[in-house]
């Protein structure tokens, strides 16, 4: 991995009262056009930053809402009750990362998107960085292990 950053990285809500701290280096950064996310997002996707769940520390109170993925699993999204500023969502199919939204980072420029996915879906005004490797739907296990070995 080679995003450029010293120290961890630090985010939070909108309103302040939920804030975070990343204490590891994300494996990866990504864009995802999925309906969910863009109807979560208020605008055309979301970015996540996905990290270890142990290198993770947040403090102040979330709200969450569970809604199934397309592969059954569940998608718990975690926000802000007070400001409803989204934060992180977990997977129940994958044990470990955490996707925290790039939104709520305090430097956005910290992490480096590396890809984007559900790119078929994405809204015709939200055009898809054509520098990035894009999927048309969720990436195999396979595709994802390629695109994390070139870093
Ligand atoms: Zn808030
Ligand atoms: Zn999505």
């Known amino acids: 991995m080679s995003d450029d950053h010293n120290g961890p990285l630090l985010g939070g809500c909108l309103c302040g009262a939920v804030r975070y701290e990343i204490g590891v280096e994300p494996k990866t950064t990504a864009h995802c056009y999925c309906k969910d996310c863009r109807k979560a997002s208020g605008t055309g996707h979301c970015t996540h930053v996905v990290v270890q769940e142990e290198g993770f520390s947040i403090s102040g109170e979330v709200a969450a809402y569970d809604r199934p993925a397309d592969s059954g699993n569940v998608v718990r999204r975690h926000f802000c009750p007070k400001c409803g500023s989204a934060i992180y969502?977990?997977?129940?199919?994958?044990?470990?990362?955490?996707?925290?939204?790039?939104?709520?980072?305090?430097?956005?420029?910290?992490?480096?998107?590396?890809?984007?996915?559900?790119?078929?879906?994405?809204?015709?005004?939200d055009p898809i960085d054509p520098s990035l490797p894009a999927f048309a739907?969720?990436?195999?296990?396979?595709?994802?292990?390629?695109?994390?070995?070139?870093?």
């Open 89 to 125: 969502s977990m997977n129940s199919g994958m044990t470990g990362p955490v996707f925290v939204r790039a939104s709520s980072l305090d430097d956005p420029n910290a992490v480096t998107p590396r890809a984007s996915v559900y790119a078929s879906r994405a809204p015709k005004w």
């Open 137 to 151: 739907e969720m990436p195999t296990q396979a595709e994802r292990e390629a695109m994390t070995a070139k870093g």
